[in-house]
């Protein structure tokens, strides 16, 4: 195997980013269009957001196609989610997963449509847990994937919730599959990972990670999520 210099590195990261970019550009142009509105189904806006993908931003879905919206209760975990008509006070789950699956690297979002305080909150308390952890991993250097993990289950706890999954972010290029975390904790950010997150691989690549943090309000049936990079943006 050829030896990686620092323009094959910095081209990984700068092609991550671009997706991210990307991911970020075409959320903002689905909000600023409305395209998630009450009475709309699911299929309906997923098929909106895979033209204007392909249109505005010349991007197709992966081979494995994903929905791209979930509405509540289709939020959860795992699935299955049987079709639905988004309702006027739903949660809605953006994720880009398969857009993404060319560039390594996943991004989600969730609205909170409608003034129904407790949703808002969720999602509130969704963006600040995912901002802490951030914070966590850009104040120590040396930070391992079971001690993040740890900090950001403490910060869902301090505002009252609870994860929905056991890891809370993974190795860009790894393919999220349930339960894997249990057979190769070194590639996610799980209480199993003891291993630092800013390394370098086998391969001589940088490990650059995902964040992706799902919150739960168990006694409502709800739950939001927030994708995106960990360390390079």
Known sequence: MATLDRTDVG???LHLLEGQRMAQSLFAHVIDTQVIRPGRSEEEV???IALIA???FGVRAGR???RFVRSWPNTVVGGPWPERVIGAQDLVVLDFESLLAPYETGFARTVALGDAPVRRRL???LTAVATGAREAFRADVSITGRELCAKVRALAAKAGRSLAARHCGRLTGTAPAPHAEATRPEVFICPENDRPLRRTLEQG???HWILQIHL???HRGHAVVHTE???LV
């Open 11 to 13: 081209l990984r990261a």
């Open 46 to 48: 997923d098929n909106r």
């Open 54 to 56: 392909r249109e505005v």
């Open 64 to 66: 494995v196609r994903r």
């Open 123 to 125: 999602v509130h308390d």
């Open 205 to 207: 690549w940088h490990a």
């Open 216 to 218: 739960a309000d168990e």
């Open 229 to 231: 990079l960990l360390d």
